[in-house]
């Protein structure tokens, strides 16, 4: 620690971890966007001052742990539950905040029908939904939002349209539900996505305070360690083939 | 009032704060009740009006159940048959969470879709854990409309004082049968205090973690050993009813509505000086052993009679011990034994022994 603080005396401090993160080291990959995507969230939650009132629902997914990383109460969903959870937690709290943070796979395959009902109820929750095209805990097999051609292990040649069907574009199917009052796609691998994203995150609550149903935030990311390529290259292969499927911007914000 | 009918009625004056369900007969009678009424008559913590939600399926339903127990939340669900068999995830989930709440079964005829019609046969579901991983629930087994209302108070207070989901294994024919019920007043169940739920982190407490993930086998196994010891504890809560067991030569054990069929077999039976007697297991887990075993070394021989293929039976079988013969009758598939049915079962049992003797 005296070596640490020898090293960065006269630095200027420009981030420090909010104190709704714990100091429980992160098991997630180098280079691996869960680990931003986490911080983003619990600072905003400190920046807004809502941590005494916040819930969270963790997944099945790599992102299983977010628990032992952020700083407030969570609960611990079946893969794919997170929506029903969070709707059962937000129904008989309904002026706490709740959201859930989810993977593609927990999201949009195991719990398509959960997402789904619970933002066309319009529930007032944040949906944090990581999109990183594979399936990361389990060992990089085939998730429903692997692109066209994508290798994982279970499309060793690739995925392939007649055998695995499309792509499911989620975020673009639940912008058309009633229910959901807010839906963007971000990313969050350079410090301007990481600016959207985060202003992303604030609107989510807010809307949330004002009980203005659900808001759906897509963090287009990568898993460098499941697609087999180095941090920087994941990121690289992320801009040029994820980005084209999953173009980023809103894609419904409200009138107001 | 109708059974289906009492046990909503019931759980809103136990004060539930949610209710989360999906149609399927024979209980939906159960969510449109609680529909018209709990919004007027419920009442959340903060004040505002309590909760019911049509899911999307028993699979929503039940994780909505988890979030709002975890919430600190008096949750009810309940389905029959096929609804209970998607919600077993959840119940396992809640299980190891170690989440209180109320979970009724009003059974029908399985597998499969099966039929509308009562039936026993979610027995070793019921009892044996139902999802994966060891654990059990405490099951109530109600044999009459009065018992359907009296058991959601029991089976929320084990519920709450065990901190597991609890259940009510009931059936279609209970669920339809019409009698006269004294009901408890409006809130007359006490809110213990839940400080382990998920209400927003003050800053005066740790966190608060409702998971049932413990990824370190030591730890996994640590928390197996807090539960297998909390059924252990749960034993105390056995319940169970004799009839006419001073005197029995042949003992019925029979549950819920098979144990009102047997009663009459038995009535029918001393008419004609054959001495049954009846042990009715009130709570089916745990399960009244000791009572059976302790009848096994006075009778001569036991009938366990039951709306399934035998699933009870077995745990006859493990209280008597081989210290006399056990028979079974059953009928499945929505069907009904009939006290007749039951009788000549009886005298053939009878007639075995006096040409043993
Ligand atoms: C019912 C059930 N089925 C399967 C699994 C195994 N499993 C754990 S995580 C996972 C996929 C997670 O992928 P994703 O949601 O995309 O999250 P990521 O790890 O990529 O962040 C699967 C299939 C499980 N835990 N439960
Ligand atoms: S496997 Fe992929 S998603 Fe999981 S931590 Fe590693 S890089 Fe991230
Ligand atoms: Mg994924």
Known sequence: ??????????????????????????????????????????????????????????????????????????????????????????????????????????????????????????????????????????GGQMAPTTILGQVTSTTPFGRDVAQMGYPLKITDLVAHLPGAYYVTRQAVHTAAAVRKTKKAMQLGFEYQRRKKGASFIEIVSNCPSGWKLTPAEANDWMEKNMFPNYPLGDLKVPKE | MKGNEALAEAAIRAGIHAYFGYPITPQSEVLEYLALEMPKRTKLLNGQNG???????????????????????????????????????????????????????????????????????DYFQATKGGGHGDYHLPVLAPASVQEMVDFVFEGFRLAEKYRTPAMILADGALGQMMEKVTLPPEHSLPYPEKPWATTGKPKSRERNIVTSLFIEPERMEEINLQLQHKYRRMQQEVRYETIETADAEILLVAFGLSARISQKALELARERDIRVGLVRPITLYPFPTEIIAAMSHR??????VEMNAGQMVEDVRLAVNGHCPVYFKGRMGGMVPSPEEVLAEIEAIDAQVEKSV
């Open chain 2, 51 to 121: 909760v019911l939600l049509q899911a999307e399926s028993e699979l929503g339903a039940i994780n909505m159940v988890y979030g709002a127990a975890g919430a600190g939340a008096r949750v009810m669900i309940s389905s029959s048959s096929p609804g209970i068999s998607l919600m077993q995830e959840g119940i396992s989930y809640m299980a190891s969470a170690q989440l209180p709440c109320l979970v009724v079964n009003v059974m029908r005829g399985g597998p499969g879709l099966g039929t509308i019609q009562p039936s026993q046969g």
């Open chain 1, 1 to 138: 620690m005296q070596e640490i603080a020898a090293a960065i005396n006269g630095l200027e401090l420009v981030w420090k971890k909010p104190a709704t993160m714990t100091d429980t080291p992160m098991h997630y990959c180098p280079g691996c966007g869960h680990g931003v995507a986490h911080w983003l969230l619990m600072e905003v939650v400190q920046e807004m001052g809502i941590e005494e009132n916040v819930i969270g629902v963790a997944p099945v997914g790599c992102s299983v742990f977010a628990y032992n990383y952020m700083n407030i109460d969570m609960q611990e969903a079946a893969h794919g539950r997170a929506c029903a959870v969070a709707t059962g937690i937000r129904r008989v709290l309904p002026d706490k905040f709740v959201f859930s943070y989810q993977g593609d796979g927990d999201l949009a395959a195991i719990g398509t029908g959960e997402t789904i009902h619970a933002i066309n109820r319009g529930e007032n929750i944040l949906i944090v939904f990581i999109n990183n095209g594979i399936y990361g805990m389990t």
């Open chain 2, 299 to 304: 009778v001569s021989s036991v009938l366990t």
